[in-house]
């Protein structure tokens, strides 16, 4: 393999630093979140800020130089820069991804090789989602032998990130039906991303089409990924728990504009008999009930990171199935809050809150976009089966 050329990035020491950069950033990106969505701009400067500072490198094993973050520092990291832009937060959730199947099944020389690009501030991106197929875990892409490598043929929709992209990670099947990870680099002969995502919400994301027309892939950037799924493993718990990351941010953030909406602009209702909007006794009762719902929300986020930490030191199938189930539980509960905040919201502020022009609609639309990415109505039947008999939930990358 020939290193492609290097940029300047940081290392992240530890999970403190990791925490302290995602805070930072946070504060940063959430200034002009609303003008992003609002001319649908794509966040290149921030992705690249975050690549710079060696955050998204975080969970590279200290073997290689990386400073392997625990799960609960990757979620709460998740959790801030969704709190300010949960699009920015969507966009590295692949490549977070797909460092892990390097993890699990990467060869010593696949993982030296990406690694060493991901802590030079390369990102990948994905292309998995197929659109047309008789449902949506139906993969057609198709790696064919071809002379000493392969090559790929296929389409692929809602590729989050891969405009984005350094890498384009691609899943598809061999000619024995089995799953692959092919890792493609952007500028790849044969490869096309087209920026055509129209979603009503998480509109910057970069989620477009990925054509791949005989795309030539050495069988050095092919990994196994079906291995993964052949043992315990917390690939799916793992990449669920970002996605849970995300809601719970879009619903912390819609809670803390209401407020500020609120503090700032409302008016209060005449029957109140108070000056301002936040002196409303019913107001303020919301306001309770809405915190209480988002600080579930956190807690269970924040205990689906340990359960998957506690897993990672004694994995087996028992403990592999707490920490799914676990993060199945927080995935359910912050995909309902982020829902209700998004709406809730207008409830709160006022009539002045739905005016275009605020762009508060963008928490709705973001939660209700990004929280289709998986039915949690699943998630329930499995929560449900290990309650009541212990059923383990099945090894997928959804649960």
């Known amino acids: 393999m020939t290193a492609s050329p290097q940029v300047r990035a940081d290392r992240v020491r530890d999970d403190a630093h990791a925490r302290e950069l995602a805070a930072e950033f ?28 060696g955050l998204l490198a975080g969970t590279v ?72 197929s008789p449902t949506v875990q139906d993969i057609r892409t198709r790696l064919i032998p071809d002379g000493v490598g392969y090559r790929l043929d296929g389409t692929k929709g809602y590729s989050t990130g891969a405009l984005l992209a350094d890498w384009i990670p691609v899943l598809a099947k061999d000619p024995q039906d089995r799953l692959r990870v092919a890792y493609v680099p952007h500028d790849a002969p044969g490869l096309t991303v087209v920026d055509d995502w129209g979603g009503m919400g998480q509109r910057t994301t970069a989620s477009g089409t990925v054509r791949l027309d005989g795309v030539p892939v050495p069988a050095e950037h092919i990994v196994a990924h079906h291995l993964t799924f052949d043992r315990p493993q917390l690939h799916g718990a793992l990449a669920q728990a970002v996605h849970a990351a995300i809601d719970t941010g ?32 019913l107001t ?22 340990a359960a998957i930490d506690r897993a990672r030191q004694d994995l087996d199938d ?32 006022g009539t002045r809150s739905a005016l275009d022009t605020a762009n508060l609609h963008r928490h709705w639309r973001n939660a209700r976009t990004h929280t289709l990415h998986d039915p949690v109505r699943w998630k329930i039947q499995h929560i449900g089966r290990y309650a009541l008999t212990g059923e383990h939930p099945p090894r997928t990358g959804q649960i």
Not at 28 to 52: I, K, V
Not at 92 to 107: F, M
Not at 259 to 265: L, P, Q, S
Not at 286 to 298: I, P
């Open 61 to 132: 094993p200290r073997e290689h130089g990386g400073a392997e973050l625990s799960t609960g520092t990757l979620v709460e990291v998740f959790r801030l820069l969704a709190t300010a832009d949960p699009n920015i937060a969507q966009i590295p959730q692949s490549h977070i991804a797909y460092i892990n199947v390097l993890r699990e099944n990467g060869t010593a020389e696949q993982q030296r090789y990406f690694f060493a690009e991901v802590l030079a501030g390369k990102r990948f991106g994905n292309a998995q989602s197929e659109t047309g």
């Open 284 to 305: 303020i009762q919301r306001f309770g009930e809405l915190t209480v719902r988002v600080r579930a929300a956190e807690a269970l986020l924040a205990e689906a990171g």
């Open 250 to 281: 879009i619903a912390r953030g819609a809670l803390e504009e209401a407020a500020e909406f609120v503090r700032n602009t409302s008016r209060p209702w005449g029957e109140a008999g108070v000056e301002r909007a936040d002196q409303d006794p």
């Open 26 to 53: 946070a504060r940063r990106f959430a200034a002009d979140a609303a003008d992003r969505d609002t001319h649908r701009r794509l966040p290149r400067a921030e992705l690249d800020a975050l690549s710079r500072s």
């Open 318 to 349: 028992a403990s592999a199935a707490a920490a799914s189930i676990s993060v199945a539980t927080a995935k359910a509960a912050a995909d309902g809050a982020a829902v209700e905040l998004g709406s809730a919201l207008f409830e709160v502020s």
